[in-house]
């Protein structure tokens, strides 16, 4: 009986392995060193290839951002008037936008210094801000927070705020705008048409 005991709870662990999940701060320094190690050795995205960097992106950040939660808060109070078919219309426009903002900033990375500020959760907590600074030669100091919920996969960050604006709440009153032309449709069309424009530039960019 015991061996069965013990073959089952093998088993069980086999099929769902048992992580410890990553504090918010540890994930953020991880994750944030690990790219810029990349940018710092990759000619390509040094010489401002968007393409190499929105692969960066795409293997190493999005798996810690929760999307839907970021573009609820961005379209604010419209979120609701969108059916189901329709907020993930907006979730995938709107990730790809985001994508394409980081990956943009990660061409013009120039061995900035990040800093990582003390950081304090008490237990329990399902929230979390991480806050650094973005060190650069005769420049002010730029803060960067990060904005985390605890989920069942770990950590996922909510929104970003940059030199005291939110990445996320950024977009609301343009994405209300629209959603007041044109509806939710005309909010997607619109998110649709910037990332096309985005990539276009990208690509003319990479052509030269």
């Given at each position: 009986m015991m061996?069965?005991?013990?073959?089952?709870?093998?088993?069980?662990?086999?099929?769902?392995?048992?992580?410890?999940?990553?504090?918010?701060d540890a994930l953020v320094k991880r994750v944030t060193e690990e790219v810029l190690?990349?940018?710092?050795?990759?000619?390509?995205?040094?010489?401002?290839?968007?393409?190499?960097?929105?692969?960066?992106?795409?293997?190493?950040?999005?798996?810690?951002?929760?999307?839907?939660?970021?573009t609820a808060l961005a379209v604010g109070k419209d979120w609701k008037k969108a059916s189901p078919a329709q907020q993930q219309q907006l979730t995938a426009e709107f990730k790809?936008?985001?994508?394409?903002?980081?990956?943009?900033?990660?061409?013009?990375?120039k061995n900035q210094k990040i800093v990582y500020k003390p950081f304090r959760m008490?237990?329990?907590?399902?929230?979390?801000?991480?806050?650094t600074e973005v060190i650069q030669p005769g420049s002010k100091p730029v803060p960067i927070d990060y904005n985390l919920e605890k989920a069942d996969a770990g950590w996922k960050v909510f929104d970003v705020v940059v030199a005291g604006i939110s990445l996320v709440t950024n977009y609301r009153d343009q994405f209300a705008q629209e959603v007041r032309n044109g509806g939710i449709d005309g909010l997607i069309a619109a998110i649709a048409g910037k990332n096309k424009s985005l990539a276009g530039g990208g690509a003319r960019a990479?052509?030269?």
């Open positions: 061996k069965k005991l013990i073959a089952v709870v093998f088993a069980v662990l086999l099929a769902s392995p048992v992580v410890a999940q990553e504090a918010p190690e990349i940018v710092r050795k990759d000619k390509d995205i040094q010489n401002g290839s968007t393409q190499k960097a929105v692969e960066l992106v795409d293997q190493k950040v999005l798996p810690h951002f929760d999307f839907r939660h970021m790809t936008l985001l994508v394409r903002t980081y990956s943009n900033a990660l061409t013009s990375y008490n237990a329990g907590d399902s929230e979390a801000l991480v806050r990479e052509g030269k």
